[in-house]
Nanobody, 124 residues
Framework: QVQLVESGGGLVQTGGSLRLSCAAS????????MGWFRQAPGKEREFVAA????????YYADSAKGRFTISGDNAKNAVYLQMNSLKPEDTAVYYC?????????????????WGQGTQVTVSS
């Protein structure tokens, strides 16, 4: 099993920044990719960014490109999401997820482990 704990969410004004953190513990060696997803009220959970352990491959949703940066620290078993130039449409619960299966990094169904989520609210 892998446990994931997110932190760093909060309330920020349009144009502001937040840095989300995800601490992983347990059998992290069984995972190959860490991802960030978000879910706004009434909407499906959507992909934001993903990184393979070691940072060899990084992926972003179009909505995140140029504004968000995902990074990882293997020694700390941690993954981060730096979010800049935030917009009201970025408001959502943000989830950290770990993937061990072979398959697309963009779909929640391919991730086996999830954190509890952290709320990000961007005011206009």
């Amino acid at each position: 099993q892998v446990q994931l704990v997110e932190s760093g969410g909060g309330l920020v004004q349009t144009g502001g920044s937040l840095r989300l953190s995800c601490a992983a513990s347990g059998r992290t060696f069984t995972t190959n990719t860490m991802g960030w997803f978000r879910q706004a009220p009434g909407k499906e959970r959507e992909f934001v960014a993903a990184i393979t352990w070691g940072g060899i491959n990084i992926y972003y949703a179009d909505s995140a490109k140029g504004r968000f940066t995902i990074s990882g620290d293997n020694a700390k078993n941690a993954v981060y999401l730096q979010m800049n130039s935030l917009k009201p449409e970025d408001t959502a619960v943000y989830y950290c997820a770990a993937k061990s299966r072979i398959g697309s990094n963009f779909y929640p169904v391919n991730y086996s482990y999830w954190g509890q989520g952290t709320q990000v609210t961007v005011s206009s």
